[in-house]
């Protein structure tokens, strides 16, 4: 009976996708939030050699990911091959490859499991192997994202469109070269089912829009539930709520949920949305991938994408934040996330978004929810936008403003939240 158990386990875990990536969301750079269609080997090449200038390297940020409209638009008569854009790149895809591996990055495309791409490219359906291969061994890359335009009716219950990305999954595999595979399937079919089982992450919804929370036809939405298509030009606060409910589908053993590229440093939020929108991100899990011009980049936006500590909630392999309550206030709610890290310390977030500052009480109760002991300890609060620490018991009052979140570490590892002089003073709470 035992040697029989021990096989069928034997037998799931070799079926499992497994191509060594994923463990943690990925980081990086995408081409398609600022720049769209106008790229070209100046444009992922500058922002390579910015990202590596500002050191953006070091705190992660290790995919160039260069998105739709590099190719020509019929494909080569002879070898069916998709073929580079020569006024784009006159060196050619494979010179930036190595460029960009020479700089220490790794490098990322794009293709969609349609007839075309959403550019109106040549897509990669029905051409699964012949594009991988040349995606691995003509142009050497580390990472495909795989969007869902024009796929030919191809889509509509999780097993046609399980069918049509196992495909390129497994061409993929095949090429026998390391290449993170993050779906673009815009939340279709409950991606979220079946997406670990061929991919390292699968994006949750339509795509971002550079908004808190404008109300768009194009995004109608707002949960995951939503019969049919999950939109296009979604704020922030529209995909926070598709998310939220999916966090037990992302783990370190399965792949990520992806919210979709940052808008950070794109101009159509303030700063405090911006801070709001790079930690809701970083704490259920999602993939960073920045999606500016980092050439031109304030310091401002570069102190949001650059906390330390944020990032490394985001990087442990533990599971995306769960939200205990979210409550209405004047347009918006108040809510209360909280993650725990794989080492067994805990995060607090409250994320504001609605039009005025609110005081609000937090108690240990929500924060362990169920778990009576650890409700019953001191905590030291870290926060970790500003550095203010106060220390508690059992609950703690604190305000905060419209559209903004304050991010706590409970007793925070000395790295990231060392007490300086300076920040032990500083005390933001009332008790
Ligand atoms: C790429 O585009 C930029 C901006 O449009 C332009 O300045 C540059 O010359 C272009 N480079 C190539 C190789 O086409
Ligand atoms: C997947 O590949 C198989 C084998 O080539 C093919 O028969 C099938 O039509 C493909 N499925 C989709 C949805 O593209
Ligand atoms: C806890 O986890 C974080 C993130 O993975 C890590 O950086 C930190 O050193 C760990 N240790 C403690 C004591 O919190
Ligand atoms: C907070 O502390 C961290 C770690 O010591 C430091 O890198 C960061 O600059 C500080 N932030 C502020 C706003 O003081």
Redesign the pocket.
């Known amino acids: 009976m035992l040697w029989l158990a021990l096989l069928a386990l034997n037998v799931c875990l070799c079926s499992a996708f497994d191509n060594g990536l994923g463990k943690k969301p990925q980081m990086g750079w995408n081409s398609w939030n600022k720049f769209g269609c106008d790229i070209n080997e100046t444009v992922i090449l500058s922002t390579a050699q910015k990202m590596k200038e500002l050191g953006l390297l070091e705190y992660g940020y290790e995919y160039i990911v260069m998105d739709d409209c590099y190719a020509l638009k019929q494909r080569d008569p002879v070898t069916h091959k998709i073929v580079e854009d020569p006024d784009k790149f006159p060196n050619g895809i494979l010179d930036l490859s190595n460029k960009i591996h020479d700089l220490g990055f790794k490098f990322g495309m794009y293709s969609s499991a349609g007839k075309y791409t959403c550019a109106g490219y040549p897509g990669s359906l029905h051409y699964e192997e012949i594009d991988a291969d040349t995606f691995a061994n003509d142009w050497e890359i580390d990472y495909l994202k795989y969007d869902n335009c024009f796929n030919e009716g191809n889509s509509g219950t999780a097993k046609i469109s399980y069918e049509r990305y196992n495909n390129m999954s497994q061409a993929l595999l095949n090429t026998g070269r390391p290449i993170f595979y993050s779906l673009c399937q815009w939340g279709e079919d409950h991606v979220w089912d079946w997406g670990s089982t061929l991919a390292n992450s699968w994006r949750i919804s339509g795509d971002i829009y550079d908004n808190f929370d404008r109300y768009d036809d194009r995004c109608p939405c707002e949960t995951y539930e939503c019969p049919g298509l999950q939109g296009y030009s979604c704020s922030i606060n529209n995909i926070l709520e598709k998310a939220v409910p999916l966090g037990q589908k992302a783990s370190e053993f399965s792949g990520w949920n992806d919210l979709d590229s940052l808008e950070v440093g794109n101009g159509g939020m303030t700063t405090s949305e911006y801070k709001a929108h790079f930690t809701l991100w970083a704490i259920l899990k999602s993939p960073l991938v920045l999606g500016n011009d980092v050439t031109g980049m304030s310091d401002e936006d570069f102190a949001i994408v650059t906390n330390k500590a944020i990032i490394?909630?985001n990087?442990?392999g533990s599971r995306p934040a769960n939200r205990m309550w979210k409550r209405k206030t004047e347009g918006g709610y108040l809510h209360l996330f909280t993650n725990s890290?794989?080492?067994g310390?805990t995060v607090v977030t409250l994320y504001n978004s609605g039009d005025a500052v609110k005081d609000t009480t937090v108690e240990f109760s929500d924060i362990f929810f169920g778990d009576k002991k650890s409700a019953a300890k001191s905590y030291t609060f870290s926060e970790l936008w500003t550095n203010d620490t106060f220390t508690a018991e059992k609950k703690f009052k604190t305000d905060i403003g419209e559209h903004s979140v304050k991010i706590w570490w409970l007793?925070?590892?000395e790295?990231?939240c060392g007490t300086s002089e300076d920040n032990s003073k500083r005390f933001d709470f009332e008790y």
């Open positions: 490394a909630i990087q442990d890290l794989n080492n310390t007793d925070c590892p790295e990231y």
